[in-house]
């Protein structure tokens, strides 16, 4: 029972959720369930921060709880903490669309929530099991999520698409588990790794068939190519809240599970899955950045944005020690502020932010709205000032330790490709005529959301180190007695 | 049961099970090909029964062959396919389909060879005889008590998801 307390911000999350279930009936508008979600993240930071063990202090031995199936250790309550941020964030950024697209505001949110949980689940797993099934809690939420707006056929449409490929990715992932399962005879990560070099089954071709499985079944989670292609269609066709949502939460989660499972499960197969990741992170940065420069709608944009953004995120776990596991996950950290902040943008102007010639001469008709997208966008660039930069710094400087040059050259390369259709939207809000009447006044809730990632991304670039501290790497687990007691169990 | 006895009853559910799974994907009535489906999940819960998988097999025949195959055929009637409109059975992909699946028999084959994956313990027979159903359920709320909470969660969050899709039809 005393287990139960490493899950509080779970259950939190879904405490919350099945009040909103059971409340739906008498709920019609969109801010008091939004504000309740914001409290409930609240207290999920807070629980998660008061009740989780310090990583550095706490034995090793002492990070896994309830049979050895979750991890108690500071990578989960960072992304715990993360989860919640977006939750919050999210919750803010979808009051208006909640609203005016007529969508119940009770199940929406109780599906944010259930999300949300899901991810938390799968970023504090220590077991193939518990990891499946918060992937799978996230993405059941999230397939509903894109298709909920009522009447719109593009987001029919998208919802489909993005069911169908899920489904597959997340078939090619449970098969991949099961072959693990059937050579080493374990779930856990690290009975899977103590059963991998015991037995020395690292070339094994049903360990590699499985590896290989679940790095494609992940790969899709993150939306790295060649499993990227449903990310444009889904982020289009879906609310920008959603996709906002999408961009930052599912993608963090599909990272904290990769980095774990690479580092805690398959730690003794390094040199594959680090070539594996290595051919996905080039892929992703190469195609997610010539493919952003085409396109015309806002949405899009960023979607291929997204996929270039996870190529540069991996470049940490490429090199595979701790130090790459932290520029990574401090990466999925940054990224998703930064990302949720572009697509609030978005938002903020309504309807017409999502066309890219809206954004021009935006900079006379809404100075502020214009700054701010500034911001994200030199932060997604990676220009100086901003937390952008530190983070995107952070993965190149461990590829370069870790001895992969190329792929270093290769993501400054895709950098300066990226500056051009990013700063391109610069150049249209400053320096070319406004476009029609300016835009309507910003909602409170999403210029509240606008000021939190505005300022992380000030905060992160201008005090680089802020974040080091809580961007642990995951602990590897159980000491071998744990093991064979959680086996003769 | 003699080993003999025990031999020929699986050739004999193996053998019917792949004819009628090839039935399946050869007939051009759907109807047809879902009825060899149902002959398909019932020799495969034979096959689980001689395995003394007892639950596994029941739930087989009522899950599988009971709910999912009815929710096909519902869709059938729905749909109520003329059997010419039906198109041909097999994409334009099928040498590609073939040729995964022919990859699976293989990877299956090799998967045979006794040197390569380690034995399991086999279950002690002491504490397979209260019925496979009771050690399950004992390991479903025990062991296995927090995967299952976050299946009902899962569960949960597909019924809520149902209804909102379903529901917005009568929104004004």
């Known amino acids: ?31 008091a369930v939004a504000v309740s979600v914001v409290v409930a993240a609240m207290a999920a930071i807070f629980s998660g921060w008061a009740f989780t063990p310090e990583a550095p202090e706490a034995p090793a031995a002492m990070t896994v709880v309830f049979g050895g199936t979750i991890a ?48 938390m689940l799968a970023a504090s797993a220590a077991d193939l099991l518990i990891l499946y099934l918060g992937l799978e809690l996230m993405i059941l939420c999230a397939y509903v999520l894109v298709g909920i707006t009522v009447n719109r056929p593009i987001a029919n449409e998208a919802a489909i698409k993005y069911f169908l490929l899920g489904s597959f990715a997340s078939a090619l992932l449970l098969y991949g588990i099961a072959l693990v399962y059937g050579v080493t005879g374990a779930t856990d990560f690290a009975a899977i790794a103590s059963a991998v070099s015991e037995r020395n089954l690292t070339r094994h071709p049903f360990m590699l068939a499985g590896l290989a499985l679940m790095a494609g079944g992940l790969a899709f989670k993150i939306a790295a190519v060649p499993f990227h292609a449903w990310a444009p269609d889904v982020y289009q066709g879906a609310s920008a809240p959603v996709a906002a949502f999408l961009a930052a939460g599912s993608k963090a989660a599909g990272l904290a599970a990769l980095v774990r499972v690479c580092l805690a499960a398959f730690a003794p197969e390094q040199r594959i899955w680090s070539e594996m990741l290595a051919g996905l992170a080039v892929l992703s940065m190469i195609v997610g950045s010539l493919l952003a420069i085409s396109q015309t709608n806002m949405k899009r944009l960023l979607a291929y944005s997204s996929i270039a953004h996870v190529g540069y995120a991996l470049l940490g776990l490429v090199t595979g020690t701790p130090d790459g596991a932290s520029a990574t996950i401090t990466y999925a950290f940054i990224y998703s ?153 | 049961m003699g080993i003999l006895a025990g031999q020929s009853a699986f050739y004999y559910l193996a053998a019917v099970s792949v004819a009628s799974a090839i039935l399946a994907i050869t007939r051009r009535n759907p109807v047809h090909s879902m009825l060899w489906v149902l002959a398909l999940f019932v020799h495969v819960a034979g096959i689980f029964l001689l395995l003394g998988a007892e639950f596994l097999a029941a739930v087989q025949v009522i899950v599988y062959a ?52 380690p034995a399991m313990q086999p279950v002690e027979p002491a504490t397979r005889s209260p019925g496979s159903l009771r050690s399950i359920g004992m390991a479903l709320f025990t062991q296995f008590a927090l995967p299952f909470e976050i299946t009902s969660l899962i569960l949960l969050a597909a019924i809520v998801g149902a209804v909102v899709v379903a529901k917005r039809k009568n929104v004004p």
């Open chain 2, 66 to 117: 009971g709910a999912i195959l009815v929710f096909y055929l519902f869709f059938l009637m729905l749909l109520d396919l003329p059997v010419e409109a039906a198109g041909p059975p097999f994409g334009a992909h099928w040498p590609l389909c073939a040729a995964a699946g022919l990859a699976f028999a293989a990877f299956a084959w090799y998967a045979h060879d006794p040197g390569l994956v």
């Open chain 1, 1 to 31: 029972m005393s287990d139960l307390v490493f899950l509080l911000p779970e259950l939190v999350l879904a405490g919350t959720a099945l009040v909103l279930i059971l409340i739906a009936r008498h709920v019609s508008r969109a801010q």
């Open chain 1, 337 to 489: 502020f930064m990302t949720l902040g572009a697509f609030g943008v978005v938002i903020a102007l309504g309807e017409r932010g999502e066309d890219l010639l809206a954004y021009r001469g935006l900079a006379a008709t809404a100075p502020v709205t214009a700054a701010l997208m500034f911001l994200f966008l030199l932060s997604l660039t990676g220009i100086p000032p901003t937390a952008g930069f530190v983070a995107k710094f952070a993965v190149i400087l461990s590829a370069v330790r870790g001895g992969h040059v190329v792929l270093a050259v290769v993501a400054v390369m895709c950098s300066v490709v990226s500056a051009f259709f990013y700063l391109r939207v610069a150049v249209m809000m400053y320096m070319m005529e406004p476009q029609g009447a300016a835009p309507a006044r910003v909602p409170g809730a999403v210029a509240a959301a606008l000021a939190v990632a505005a300022f992380v991304t000030i905060v992160g670039g201008i005090l680089p180190d802020t974040f080091t501290a809580w961007t642990v790497p995951p602990s590897l687990g159980k000491t071998p007695t744990e093991i064979t007691r959680a086996l003769t169990r």
């Open chain 1, 72 to 119: 108690a250790d500071g990578y989960a309550r960072f992304f715990k903490v993360l989860f919640a941020a977006t939750l919050a964030l999210a919750a803010l950024l979808s009051v208006k669309h909640v609203d005016t697209e007529r969508v119940p505001p009770a199940e929406y949110y109780a599906l944010l929530l259930l999300a949300s949980t899901g991810m």
